[in-house]
């Protein structure tokens, strides 16, 4: 059955660019993003990979380890690697998983036989540090992503983990964000220091905590 949001995420053993990793054991207790690509030696793909090393300071700063993956093996990741560096200026500094029998593409449900019966879609999992899923995304092979919303969707999640928030449509950090339907006026008075703006009972906003 497919993951859904809030669900425990399953936990496996893979052999990866960077060694034999055990998932649950490699996330520790940081975040995680586990996000899958088509197939090595690929045009969209190769900017993808790269522009995720470029962000890796950015992940790190919101202590969130990145693992990509696809089906095909680890000799293969070994030998596209150094096309990534060369075309998109940035080595990769994460590990990518070889699934050739797509057991991990399998379990998290990476692979849309309506789509294609060999390769996985884009997925994206981004996971808690208690291992549950906060937030998939799917997208066609022929769709590069935007990893710089999956920042601004992280930023929204950690936020949201810290305080009893939500944020607003095309929110960025730093703008103001709505307080959450379980908070009394009151409460929120004395939670939100920065002020509570009451637009209408249940749309109300102050600014960014923390
Ligand atoms: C790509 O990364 O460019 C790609 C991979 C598989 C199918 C289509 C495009």
Request: net charge negative; aromatic share 8%.
């Amino acid at each position: 059955m497919a993951l859904r949001l809030g669900d425990e995420v399953p936990d496996f053993t893979a052999d990866t660019t960077q060694g034999q990793i055990n998932f649950w054991e490699w996330l520790g207790g940081d975040w995680g993003i586990l996000f899958s690509h088509p197939a090595d030696f690929t045009p969209v793909c190769t900017t993808e990979l790269g522009e995720v090393a470029r962000l890796q300071p950015e992940f790190q700063k919101r202590h969130t380890k990145v693992i990509g993956l696809s089906v095909d093996p680890v000799d293969s990741h070994n030998q596209w690697v150094g096309d990534i560096a060369e075309t998109q200026g940035h080595a990769l500094n994460y590990p990518l998983i070889g699934d050739p029998d797509r057991r991990i593409a399998n379990l998290y449900g990476m692979i849309h036989p309506n789509a294609s019966d060999t390769f996985t879609v884009r997925s994206v999992f981004v996971i808690g540090p208690d291992k549950k899923l906060k937030l998939e995304l799917t997208y066609p092979a022929s769709v590069g992503r935007n990893f710089a919303e999956i920042l601004r969707v992280l930023d929204s999640l950690q936020l949201g983990a810290a305080h009893p928030i939500a944020t607003p449509v095309n929110w960025q950090p730093g703008d103001d964000v709505i307080v959450g339907l379980s908070v009394s006026n009151e409460e929120a008075e004395k939670r939100f220091p920065k002020g509570v703006r009451i637009i209408k009972p249940y749309l109300r906003t102050t600014p960014q905590p923390g």
